[in-house]
């Protein structure tokens, strides 16, 4: 029996072990396998190039150039009003008088120049003349006024303001005749191309050496800055 046994055993060890072995992959399963093995991986997609951001701008500013230092400048002025006060025995010419285009026509010329030693403020020196056209007095000179004016002027984009004394070596239409005294104006000059500038004036010239003398006189300023 126990050989029997054993035999039996002998027999089905071979047939587990064929059992127990895969069975090859089918024709065209292996086909597919190879074909798998030898196809190479597919390649990488391209990655989109990073865009550079565009190049800065740079906005170039046209510098200006600075306004000159030096000003010169010519002006007309008509004048509207003259007080001059009594004096001496207040007789006859020497009597408190009031002039006007009326009575009397007086015009004035200026022509004068100057430095800013500042971006607002300029010294200047000016010579003004006056010239009587009409209502001039017997044995009168017709040059009414040579005067030298000394002065500092305040300038605020277009607003001018100017005062200083003026001295005077021909005054009242006599020659010579010294007098002394106060000046002032202001307007507004309106600014043109290549430093020019072109505006009205109200000037305001007083004297004081014989008699009291109060001139208002409107003018037309021209002027050059370089």
Not at 133 to 161: N, Q
Request: hydrophobic share 40%; net charge neutral; with cysteine.
């Amino acid at each position: 029996m126990k050989n029997i046994t054993v035999l039996l055993l002998a027999t089905c060890l071979p047939c587990q072990a064929f059992a127990e072995e895969p069975a090859p992959p089918p024709p065209q399963e292996e086909k597919k396998l190879a074909l798998a093995q030898e196809t190479p991986p597919p390649a990488p997609e391209p990655q989109p190039a990073a865009t550079s951001p565009p190049p800065a701008t740079v906005e170039v500013k046209k510098v200006q150039k600075p306004p000159g230092k030096y000003f010169v400048h010519a002006s007309f002025a008509f004048n509207v009003y003259t007080y001059l006060s009594a004096w001496g025995d207040e007789m006859g010419p020497r009597a408190e008088t009031h002039l006007h285009p009326g009575n009397r026509a007086i015009i004035f010329q200026q022509l004068g120049f100057g430095y800013f030693f500042h971006k607002m403020f300029r010294v200047q020196l000016t010579m003004q003349i006056g010239e009587t056209l009409t209502g001039l007095p017997d044995g009168k000179d017709t040059v009414a006024l040579l005067a030298f004016i000394p002065c500092v002027a305040f300038v605020y984009k277009g607003f001018v303001a100017t005062l200083g004394p003026q001295f005077a070596a021909i005054s009242a239409n006599t020659v010579p005749r010294f007098d002394a005294g106060i000046f002032f104006a202001t307007g507004y000059t309106f600014k043109l191309p290549h430093g020019f500038s072109l505006g009205p004036l109200i000037q305001l010239s007083t004297f004081y050496s014989d008699r009291t003398t109060v001139a208002i006189s409107p003018a037309l300023i021209a002027s050059a800055r370089f």
